[in-house]
């Protein structure tokens, strides 16, 4: 089945700096890869997602890299604000079925 | 607005005794899951349903139920509930077609003891 990792359990960026979280995963026959952002006590919410046949996709101060090669996936967040400060989540998945991986705390110093 | 939402909240309950937690959706999805949280296991899939009447198993479905009657309500069952079900639910749903976009509710903070 899918597994799918994150690099590092906490990132901490400066304010107005660039964030970059990354996500390795298992399974080549993922069709997306999504990442979520919690924020405590509340639910995930979705930021942006990318098809397997693409390497890039922007979003609103956010960019997710896809490295199919390597099996690697990354979301950037530019000027990280004190909102960003939450855990971050990559999926991956197929039609019906999506795998979580375990997230990344990221902590923004003001 | 367009949400989730989930009933109850929180909940303690003591071993074996059954709960069933709801969850309902206002934006007529036809994908509609739940997730189990857990501290360094990330969100682990339960069930998932992709229209009314048609439920499947997810990662971890042993001692859930489900059912999908309406198109909005998709409740989660635990039929004897052990502490190992002790967890933070989370019910999400989405469009089909339209990517991973998944609405999560609240989440329910479960303890079984």
């Known amino acids: 089945g899918e597994s799918v990792g994150l690099h590092l359990p906490t990132l901490s960026v400066q304010e107005g700096d660039n964030s970059i979280i990354n996500c390795a995963y298992s399974n080549s026959a993922s069709d997306y890869f999504i990442w979520y952002k919690q924020e405590s006590g509340k639910g995930p919410q979705f930021i942006i997602d990318?098809?397997?046949?693409?390497d890039k996709r922007q979003g609103q101060r956010v960019t997710v890299l896809l490295n199919k090669t390597v099996k690697h996936l990354s979301l950037q967040i530019a000027a990280t604000q004190p909102g960003d400060s939450a855990v971050y989540f990559c999926?991956?998945?197929?039609?019906?079925?999506?795998?979580f991986g375990i997230g990344t705390k990221l902590q923004v110093i003001p | 607005e367009a949400q989730v939402t989930q009933n109850p909240r929180y909940l303690i309950t003591v071993t074996g005794k059954k709960l069933t937690v709801t969850c309902s959706q206002n934006?007529?999805?036809?994908?509609m899951s739940w997730y189990r949280q857990d501290p360094g296991l990330g969100l682990r899939q339960i069930y998932y349903?992709?229209?009314?009447?048609?439920?499947d198993k997810g990662d971890v479905p042993e001692g859930y139920k489900v059912s999908r009657k309406e198109k909005r309500n998709f409740p989660l069952i635990l039929e004897s509930p052990s502490p190992n079900q002790t967890s933070l639910y989370f019910c999400?749903?989405?469009?089909?077609?339209?990517?991973?976009?998944?609405?999560f509710g609240p989440g329910t903070r479960l303890t079984v003891t």
């Open positions: 349903s992709m229209n009314v009447e048609v439920t």
């Open positions: 990318i098809r397997s046949n693409m």
């Open positions: 999400a749903s989405s469009l089909l077609g339209q990517g991973y976009e998944q609405y």
């Open positions: 999926a991956a998945g197929g039609y019906q079925k999506v795998t």
């Open positions: 934006m007529n999805h036809e994908y």
